[in-house]
């Protein structure tokens, strides 16, 4: 099997997975337009970015979203966000690795949460997912289009996109640090209110019926007085 139909068939394989947990989610409407709502926003920041190489807040979106509302919305955030933004920027066959990534990152953060929470801990955890991304984005295109998938020709082509990867992380750094933590108690406490349940108790059986009043009973007459 080649390197190229390997790499696709591992980006197929995340992407089914993120659909078939859509599908057997059992939340609301509401969170369902959130996780939209996400992916939209994402995708208009990174088209604002756009102008900066290599700065993608879409990362840090995607990780937030996973650690607030859990693997299901980290993992259809950032497939969208992938979707929306690269109908302005470009659609082509970097599409669906970008989308598999950025779903990859939000799942991240659910599995992460506990670190994702504070502040230092989401950028760090942010900053990796910068490199991963990008070396991820370079194995991916040399699989796809050579000249060979190699650890030298991995070495070089990571060797001329340093400049951008380090951008990449950098800004998803600062990002965690000025917005994440503000996010990330907003996600959640909109997601409290989502998910809240209301229990109605059903009405119990009807009350018996009361029985019914009998002949007013007649006491016996008091006999009179002697005469």
């Given at each position: 099997?080649?390197?190229?139909?390997?790499?696709?068939?591992?980006?197929?394989?995340?992407?089914?997975l993120?659909?078939?947990?859509?599908?057997?989610?059992?939340?609301?409407?509401?969170?369902?337009a959130?996780?939209?709502?996400?992916g939209?926003?994402?995708?208009?920041?990174r088209?604002?970015?756009?102008?900066?190489?290599?700065?993608?807040?879409?990362?840090?979106?995607?990780?937030?979203?996973?650690?607030?509302?859990?693997?299901?919305?980290?993992?259809?955030?950032?497939p969208?966000?992938?979707?929306?933004?690269?109908?302005?920027?470009?659609?082509?066959?970097?599409?669906?690795?970008?989308?598999?990534?950025?779903?990859?990152?939000?799942?991240?953060?659910?599995?992460?949460?506990?670190?994702?929470?504070?502040?230092?801990?989401?950028?760090?955890?942010?900053?990796?997912?910068?490199?991963?991304?990008?070396?991820?984005?370079?194995?991916?295109?040399?699989?796809?289009?050579?000249?060979?998938?190699?650890?030298?020709?991995?070495?070089?082509?990571?060797?001329?996109?340093?400049?951008?990867?380090?951008?990449?992380?950098?800004?998803?750094?600062?990002?965690?640090?000025?917005?994440?933590?503000?996010?990330?108690?907003?996600?959640?406490?909109?997601?409290?209110?989502?998910?809240?349940?209301?229990?109605?108790?059903?009405?119990?059986?009807?009350?018996?019926?009361?029985?019914?009043?009998?002949?007013?009973?007649?006491?016996?007459?008091?006999?009179?007085p002697?005469r």
């Amino acid at each position: 099997m080649s390197a190229s139909l390997t790499v696709v068939l591992v980006l197929v394989v995340l992407l089914l997975l993120g659909v078939i947990a859509l599908e057997r989610g059992g939340d609301g409407a509401k969170e369902l337009a959130l996780v939209a709502t996400l992916g939209a926003v994402a995708a208009a920041g990174r088209v604002l970015f756009s102008p900066l190489p290599g700065v993608q807040p879409v990362t840090t979106t995607c990780i937030v979203a996973g650690a607030a509302l859990g693997p299901r919305a980290g993992l259809a955030v950032g497939p969208i966000a992938g979707l929306i933004s690269n109908s302005f920027l470009g659609q082509g066959p970097w599409t669906p690795p970008q989308m598999a990534l950025w779903a990859a990152a939000g799942l991240t953060g659910a599995l992460l949460r506990p670190v994702c929470r504070n502040a230092i801990g989401l950028a760090l955890v942010a900053g990796i997912w910068g490199l991963v991304f990008s070396w991820a984005m370079n194995v991916w295109f040399l699989a796809s289009f050579g000249p060979e998938l190699s650890w030298a020709s991995f070495v070089l082509a990571t060797g001329r996109s340093i400049p951008f990867d380090v951008a990449h992380a950098a800004g998803n750094v600062v990002l965690a640090l000025v917005a994440g933590p503000a996010l990330l108690r907003l996600l959640e406490r909109y997601a409290r209110r989502v998910r809240t349940e209301v229990v109605v108790t059903p009405p119990g059986p009807p009350a018996p019926a009361p029985a019914p009043a009998g002949p007013p009973s007649r006491s016996p007459p008091r006999p009179g007085p002697p005469r």
